[in-house]
């Protein structure tokens, strides 16, 4: 789609879509290399339906020295200000995606972490393979200190958080978990695809948000995501994954639970799953 992206539902103020989990910014980690390709990024991300974004750049602490808050805040200031000149609407603000740690709260409480947009609401990751010894102690730190832990894309974890029970118990003790769109349309194959709509038909997800990093990987229009969340877990779920809680999330406010959704059998889910084998 080469236009802007017009929604199926018509957003009011309180539904201008909010992407939490976005690695716009150039020469920090795995996103855009240049400034260039930033604005590329955000010239795309604005045709897809976008209207705000959080940036999240990768905290892993001593191992990476370039996400830094003033580097970050830098970063979307000089962005900005390209933005304007290209007449891109997109605004930017300021976030990290967390890759946990021992310290994660101390660094925190230290200022050396960026929250979402400055609220309470903290984009976090935990390793894809093993599960951590300090997972659950480090989550519920974390609320005790007032932060509200989001977990990102749980769905991409390694099969092992799934048996272990351990993310519904961090939903059950208030964490949140952000499920990436891709993975609902299937980029990364079957098997996340598949996780991914089990997480959201079990009223664990709250959140749903693009994790672009760039031209690597498609970024689907918001009208798509749409279609596929509202035939996987109904329109006022998909409203409140889309739109409602990014938004809470981006003002600091609570965000609204997602319904319990019984699977159905469809013909249509089943020849997609059929052809993301091919």
Same mark, same amino acid.
């Given at each position: 789609?080469?236009?802007?992206?017009?929604?199926?539902?018509?957003?009011?103020?309180?539904?201008?879509?909010?992407?939490?989990?976005?690695?716009?910014?150039?020469?920090?980690?795995?996103?855009?290399?240049?400034?260039?390709?930033?604005?590329?990024?955000?010239?795309?991300?604005?045709?897809?339906?976008?209207?705000?974004?959080?940036?999240?750049?990768?905290?892993?602490?001593?191992?990476?020295?370039?996400?830094?808050?003033?580097?970050? !805040?830098?970063?979307?200031?000089?962005?900005?200000?390209?933005?304007?000149?290209?007449?891109?609407?997109?605004?930017?603000?300021?976030?990290?995606?967390?890759?946990?740690?021992?310290?994660?709260?101390? *660094?925190?409480?230290?200022?050396?972490?960026?929250?979402?947009?400055?609220?309470?609401?903290?984009?976090?990751?935990?390793?894809?393979?093993?599960?951590?010894?300090?997972?659950?102690?480090?989550?519920?730190?974390?609320?005790?200190?007032?932060?509200?832990?989001?977990?990102?894309?749980?769905?991409?974890?390694?099969?092992?958080?799934?048996?272990?029970?351990?993310?519904?118990?961090?939903?059950?003790?208030?964490?949140?978990?952000?499920?990436?769109?891709?993975?609902?349309?299937?980029?990364?194959?079957?098997?996340?695809?598949?996780?991914?709509? *089990?997480?959201?038909?079990?009223?664990?997800?709250?959140?749903?948000?693009?994790?672009?990093?760039?031209?690597?990987?498609?970024?689907?229009?918001?009208?798509?995501?749409?279609?596929?969340?509202?035939?996987?877990?109904?329109?006022? !779920?998909? *409203?409140?994954?889309?739109?409602?809680?990014?938004? *809470?999330?981006?003002?600091?406010?609570?965000?609204?639970?997602?319904?319990?959704?019984?699977?159905?059998?469809?013909?249509? !889910?089943?020849?997609? !799953?059929?052809?993301?084998?091919?």
């Amino acid at each position: 789609m080469n236009g802007i992206v017009t929604s199926i539902i018509e957003k009011d103020g309180s539904e201008m879509v909010v992407d939490i989990h976005c690695h716009v910014l150039d020469g920090i980690d795995d996103g855009p290399k240049t400034l260039e390709e930033a604005i590329s990024l955000c010239r795309m991300l604005q045709i897809r339906g976008i209207d705000k974004v959080i940036a999240t750049p990768h905290f892993i602490g001593d191992y990476d020295s370039k996400a830094t808050p003033e580097n970050i !805040n830098e970063k979307i200031t000089t962005l900005m200000n390209e933005l304007k000149k290209e007449n891109i609407k997109l605004e930017i603000y300021p976030g990290m995606e967390v890759f946990a740690s021992n310290d994660t709260v101390d *660094r925190l409480e230290k200022g050396e972490i960026l929250t979402l947009n400055n609220s309470r609401y903290v984009l976090i990751e935990f390793s894809f393979e093993n599960i951590p010894k300090y997972m659950s102690e480090l989550l519920f730190s974390m609320q005790l200190k007032g932060y509200i832990p989001i977990i990102a894309h749980p769905e991409r974890y390694n099969v092992r958080y799934r048996k272990s029970g351990i993310i519904k118990k961090a939903v059950e003790n208030g964490s949140l978990l952000q499920v990436n769109s891709g993975s609902i349309m299937g980029v990364h194959g079957s098997e996340i695809r598949e996780e991914a709509i *089990r997480l959201l038909r079990s009223g664990m997800v709250h959140l749903v948000a693009t994790d672009a990093h760039g031209d690597r990987r498609p970024i689907y229009s918001i009208s798509e995501v749409e279609k596929e969340l509202t035939e996987i877990c109904g329109a006022v !779920n998909m *409203r409140k994954l889309l739109y409602k809680n990014p938004h *809470r999330v981006f003002e600091d406010k609570d965000v609204e639970e997602t319904t319990v959704v019984k699977k159905t059998f469809s013909f249509a !889910n089943l020849f997609k !799953n059929i052809r993301s084998y091919d």
